[in-house]
């Protein structure tokens, strides 16, 4: 029996970071960029005064799922006064204080082609007709594959722990602790669900000379909103759910059945090998006996990791987090903070 346990909420996830990252690492596109792989050639019509292209342009190649576009950064310098210079879609080409311009312009597969129309101050028109031209093919360059409707993810994570309770000699603790995880995109890339579970199953070395010892048992679930307003290779999530956890002891302490609310948010930041970073931060107020939620009793967590995509579309992934846990129950309070470092292989 454990005498010394409480009924509350907590998010002691040793591995919470699993939780906020795995499932947010796939990003719906990525953006290359890639320098001075084009330029403008003048075609028909006569030429425009004062008008002056870089030599050489950059590029960048949006993929998204199975779509590409490529978008040229037109650059040069337009120096008569009181002129303005129109594109072919009417946007106006706004001016340095240096007279140079810099503006982005898509380009569609097979068609380059564009024109420029300067307008003068009493109404005076030049047009001129030109034409984008890249050293490479853009347009053939392979795309991305396109990340998946959903996926699981075992992990297996080093865990060291310093724990504290109420007539409980202070100890730490290293142990193992294997999870796993599983998310489904609702609306991909802007809805998704996801379940996890983890376990810290062999607990190997502790301060007291294994005195004591304490294992934890977690359940989640979760739900996931991207912000459509972070643009790539960003992506901004805000994860909500509830979580179940329980611990097992050695000894009369620990806590027991805790269940409450969990929210946090998750940037990542995809590249251009299809690979992601993500770093999150987490809070959780803890419901007790006495209040449905205080934030006296809570728990923080941080955390950052990586996901490199393999060739035959799975993935692996590196992590690392850290945990601070304050736990005022009943009978005791309980104090912990987590160190865990692992890996995983996403299905």
């Not at 075609?43 to 993929?63: H, R, S, Y």
Request: without cysteine.
């Amino acid at each position: 029996m454990r005498s010394r346990r409480g009924r509350a909420s907590l998010g002691i996830v040793l591995l919470i970071f699993a939780q906020g990252t795995s499932a947010g690492v796939a990003l719906a596109a990525t953006l290359e960029r890639l320098p001075k792989v084009a330029k403008v050639v003048p075609l028909a019509g006569p030429k425009i005064t004062g008008l002056t292209w870089a030599p050489e342009l950059d590029v960048e190649v949006i993929t998204e799922g199975p779509s590409r576009k490529v978008v040229v950064h037109l650059k040069g310098t337009y120096l008569p006064e009181d002129w303005s210079l129109l594109l072919t879609s009417g946007a106006t080409l706004k001016l340095s204080k240096e007279k140079s311009f810099d503006v982005k312009m898509q380009v569609l597969d097979g068609v380059s082609k564009f024109s420029l129309t300067a307008v003068g101050p009493l109404g005076g028109l030049q047009t001129q007709v030109f034409r984008v031209d890249f050293v490479k093919n853009v347009f053939a360059i392979e795309p991305i594959r396109p990340p998946p409707r959903g996926g699981i993810l075992p992990e297996l994570n080093f865990t060291f722990l310093n724990y504290e309770q109420t007539s409980v000699a202070a100890f730490s603790e290293k142990a193992l602790t294997l999870k796993v995880s599983g998310n489904y995109w609702i609306k991909p890339q802007v809805w998704d669900v996801g379940v996890s579970g983890y376990y810290n199953a062999f607990a190997f070395s502790s301060s007291s000379s294994n005195e004591y010892l304490i294992r934890f048992l977690g359940l989640n679930i979760r739900g996931g909103y991207t912000f459509p307003f972070v643009r790539p290779p960003w992506q901004l999530r805000l994860l909500f759910g509830g979580y179940y956890i329980t611990t097992f002891a050695n000894a009369t302490f620990g806590f027991s059945h805790l269940v409450g609310p969990q929210l946090y948010p998750v940037v990542s930041r995809g590249f251009r090998n299809g690979g992601a970073a993500s770093v999150y931060f987490k809070f959780s107020p803890i419901v007790t006996e006495a209040s449905l939620v205080s934030f006296s009793s809570r728990e923080m967590a941080v955390g950052a990791g990586y996901s490199h995509p393999l060739k035959n579309g799975k993935a692996i992934t590196a992590s690392i987090g850290m945990a601070w846990l304050g736990l005022n129950l009943s009978t005791s309070a309980v104090k912990t903070n987590s160190l865990s470092v692992g890996g995983g292989y996403r299905f």
